[in-house]
C-alpha cells in the first residue's frame, strides 16, 4: 500500500519505533505518490516553518501523523499557515496512546510548547491493550512489531516492554493456534482471488470496520479503565499547560452516523484546563459534503481535504486561547519556474531512469537496482519514483517525459526482419519479436495506470538518446560523436557531430550489419551471456591469441577501411529469432559452443582475443572516418561497445583525436539521459551554446543519510561502531589483507562501481584477486580487478597521463613496477596457473598483459574525497595510493543500492568488514546467517 | 558474399548509409488505443511513413494480423497494483 526503497520507521529502544530522522522521502501510494519529510527527533515535521510565538504540541497515530498524504496538506501544518501558531507533531504511525504519552514525556521539556493537543483514535483503546501490533516488514511479510505498554497494577499504571524488545516475529511463527481459528485463516488464505471483488470501501466499512468495538460503550471495560488511566497521566505530565483532547472516530461512524458512545469518557475529564473538542460533526458534514473523497481508498486516512476540515476546526479553537487568524492562508506551494525532463529507458535490457533541469543530470538510476534483477528491462517505476525524489517534484510537474527509442521504427525493422526471413523460421521469430512490441505500445497506458500521469509523453531516436548523451555532458563545446551497440532501431553504429546546443547524426549502419551484434554472437559462443557476458569476454582476451582473427575477417565481417562492415548472415541465428551462432558457425570455428560453466579452454581464450583484436581495428577504422567526415579535434562516445575500455585505452592513445570523452552510462541505461537531454535541448534551451554542465561523476543514485543506516542497523538489532578516524582505520584493515564492503553516498549511474558501492581490498597483496573472485564475487577467477588510483599518482604507475574518473580506459603498467611472470605465453588450457603469478608491485590489479582498468580519483568534493583520503592513507601504509575496486554485488546479482542490500551481500560473502557511511559492522560480531534456500540460486548467472 | 536480407542505400565504396534523421526528431507518443487494432496499426504505418520508411495497406494489414495477438498479453502493471492491494488486506 505505501512503498519505498527507503526504510521510513526505525526500531527505537523507548518508544517503540519512529520515523527515521532528517528524513525526505517519496511514498509510494497506489497510483500516487506523497512526500514525507521528518526531523532530527524522528518526527514528521518539515525543517521550513512558520514560526510564532504560540505552540502546539500534537500527540496522535497515523491519522494525526498524516499517512497518505504530504507534510504541508496535514492538518497540522495547514493550521500554521492560517493561524499564527506552531504546530510541532509528535504523532507516528502505529503509536497508542501508551506510546503518544511516553513521546510526550520525552520530548515535553525539550520543546517549549503552550498547549498540548491531543487525538487519540478510537482504535487506539484495543492498541493500548497490546504488547505489539501487527506490521509488515520491507519484504511484504506480516510481523509483530514489540512496543511499550502500560498495565494497572491495583490503581497505578506500571510501564512495560521497556526497552522494547528488538526482535519481531513473523506472524507465521505465531500462526493462530485454535483449530477454528486456523481453518477461518486457510479458508480466506485459499479463497484470496475469489474474495477480491469484495475488497473495496462497503467490505472494509461492512466487515471490518462492525466486527468489533463492543465495548466502546462501556466505562467499566478494560480498554477504557486503561484509557482513562492513561489521560490521567498525561494531564498529570502537561500539568501547567492547557490539554486539549479532539479523540478521532472510527470512519464507520463518520459515514454511516453510527452512535458515538465514546465522547461522554472524553468529556468525563474536563476541567479548568482540559478541553475536549468532538470532531464528529464536522467530519460528518465533510462527509456528506465529499462522500468517497473524505478518506484514502487503500488505508482509510484522511484525505487533503478532510486535514483541511479538521485544520479548519481546531484553528477556530485555538482562537480561544489567543491564537489570531492570519489575514490570508500562507502558501507554501512552489513558485519555481525550472523545468525538469524525464528521460526513460526500457523494454530493452537495463531500463533506467535520469531527471534534468537545466541541461543538468539531477538524478539517474538503473531499474535492476530496486527490483535486484539484473539488467532488468521492465518498465522503471522504481527508477523514476527515486528520480522524482530527488528532484522534489511530483511526476505532473514535469515539463515532459522523454523515451530513448521510436517504438514505430523498431517495430518497421522487425517487420521487414520478418518478412525477409524464410517461411519455416517466421513463427519462432515472432514468438520472440511480440511480446517487445507489445510493451513498447504500452509505455503511455503504464505511467497513466502506475503513476497517474497525465502530461507530455515524447520519444526520440535510439542513437539520437545515445549521442545526445555523450555530447551534452561532455566538457567539449564541439566534437564528432561515435556511437556504437547491438542496434537501435534500424542503427548500429553512428558518427555525427555535436556543436553547441545541436546534435546530428551525419551516417549510420543498419541493422544487421552490427560489431556489438557481433561481439555478443561470439560472447554467446563462448558460453557467456549476452547483453551481460560482453565484459567478461574482454577480460579473457589477454589470455589467448588472436589466431581467429583472420578467420572471422574473412567469413564473418568484411570490413571497409572507412570502418564500415557487412556481416555475412550465414553464419548467425539472432536474425532468425533463433541463438545468436548456428551450426555453420560450429563448423567454422570447429566445434560446439562452449556450454556455460563448463571450463574455459584455449578456443575461447583465443576467440576472445580474436574478436577483441578485430574489435579495436574496426573502431578504429570508424574514428580515422569520423575524424575525416567531421574535421573535429575531440571525440564523444556512447553505445554498448564504448565499455570496452580495452579498445578505448588504444583508441585515446592511437587514434587521431586529441582528446576523447565517454559517457560512463554507455549502454542502454544512459539511453535515459540522453533522451531527456535531447528533448532538453530542442524544447527548452535557449541560446545556441550549451549550458554550463560538465559531467565530472557518475554518483547520481540514491544516498542514505547516517540516520537512515543506523536507523537499519537498530531496527535488526546489529552489532556496529561509529568511526573515529574512518580513512586511517579503514587502511589498516586493508592492509591486512581484510575485505571491506564500502558502502558511502550516492550510487553510482551505469555499469561500474565507482568507490560508493565497492568491495575494497589491498592490490600490493598477491592473494586478494583470487579471494575476491571466490570467496566475495563468486566467480570466474580469471577475471581482472580494477585499480582505483590517485589521480596525482596515477602516471607514476601507469603509462598514461589521462585521468580516468569513469573507469573506462586500460593502460599498462609501468615497466619500472612490473615483474617477470614464470611463464608469460598462455599455450593450454590451464588459465589459472597464469592468473594467479606475480606481475607487479600491485599484482591484484595487473592483468595477465600488465594493463590495468583504471579509475583515478582526485581531491574535488565532485568526485570522492572520502576515497581519495583513503588513498592517501594506503599511501603512507603501503607506499601506493591505489585500492582494488571491484563492485559490491555477488555474481549475478545487481549492484547494491540499500543499506539492507549491503548487508545482506556482506553477510552471502567472506568479506571481512562493512562500512555504511559513519558506522562499520566486523564480520565475526554478526550473527550467524542462514537462509532457508541456497541464496545463489536467487541470482540467475550472467 | 551476406545474404541481401535488407533493404540499402549505400554510400559509394562504403557501408555507411546518410542517416534519416540527421536532426533528432522529438515527437510526441501516440495515444495507442490498444482496445482498437486497426487504428494502432494504422497509427504505426503513418509513423513509419512519416519517416521514410515503406508504408502499404498491405504493411497495415501485416500489423494488425500480429498485433492481434500480440496485444492480449495481461498488464503486468495492473496484475501488479491489483496484487499488492489484495495482500494488504488480507
Redesign the interface.
Known sequence: MFRSYRQIIAYDPLLGHKYVPNLHARIRYGRGAYFIETDKNGFRNSPERLTSNFTVLLLGDSYAAGDGVANADRFSDLIERDFDCTVINLAVNGYGVDQQILAYEMYKDRIPHDIVLFMPHMDDLYRNMRENRVGKNRLGENIFIPKPYYNIDGNQLVLKNQPVPIERPSLKESAPTSKETRAVADALNKNKNALKHLVNRSFKKHVVGKLSYQELNSSESREWRLMNKLIDRLKSLSASKHLVIAPIPYNYVVMEKEPQYYMPFFYAHEDKRTTVIDLLPALQDNYEQNQDRTYLPLCGHFTGITHREIGHVLGMRLTEYGVKKRSKHISYASTSTEKYVLGISCYYHDSAAAIIKGGEIIAAAQEERFTRKKHDPSFPANAIHYCLEEAKIDINDLSSICYYDNEALSIERILNNYSSIPHSKKESFWSQAEKGIARKLKLRTQLRDVFDYQGQLTKTHHHHSHAASAFYPSPFDKAAILVVDGVGEWACSSIGIGRGNEVSILQQQDYPDSLGLLYSAITYFCGFKVNSGEYKLMGLAPYGQPIYSDLIKKHLIEIHKDGSIKLNLDYFGFHLGEAMTNEKFDELIGGPRRHAESRIKRREMDLAASIQLVTEEVLMKMMVHAHELTGMECCVMAGGVALNCVANGKLLTRGPFKDIWIQPASGDAGGAVGAALDYYYQRIHQGDRKADYVQQHSYLGPSFSDQSIKGFLDTLGLQYHRFNNKAVDMADWLTQGKIIGYFEGRMEFGPRALGNRSFLGDPTKPQIQSKMNLKIKFRESFRPFAPIVAEDEMSEYFETDKTSPFMLLVHPVRAAYRKQARENKIDNDDMISHVNQVRSELPAITHVDYSARLQSMNNVDSQNPAIYALLKEMKKATGYGVLVNTSFNVRGEPIVCSPEDAYQCFMRTEADFLVLGDYYLIKEEQPDWSESEYWQKEFELD | ???E????NQ?K???????R?????????P??D?TDIDK?AAM?VD??RD?G?GSDEE?KQ??VE??Q???S?T????VE??R???????
Open positions: 558474399m551476406a545474404s536480407l535488407f533493404h540499402r554510400l565504396n562504403s557501408f555507411w548509409l546518410k542517416s534523421h540527421a536532426h533528432s526528431l522529438v515527437e510526441e507518443i495515444n495507442y490498444l494502432t504505426i509513423q513509419i519517416h520508411f504493411l501485416f500489423l500480429k498485433l495477438k500480440t496485444l498479453s498488464d503486468a502493471a495492473e497494483e491489483l499488492d492491494f489484495i495482500y494488504e488486506m488480507f
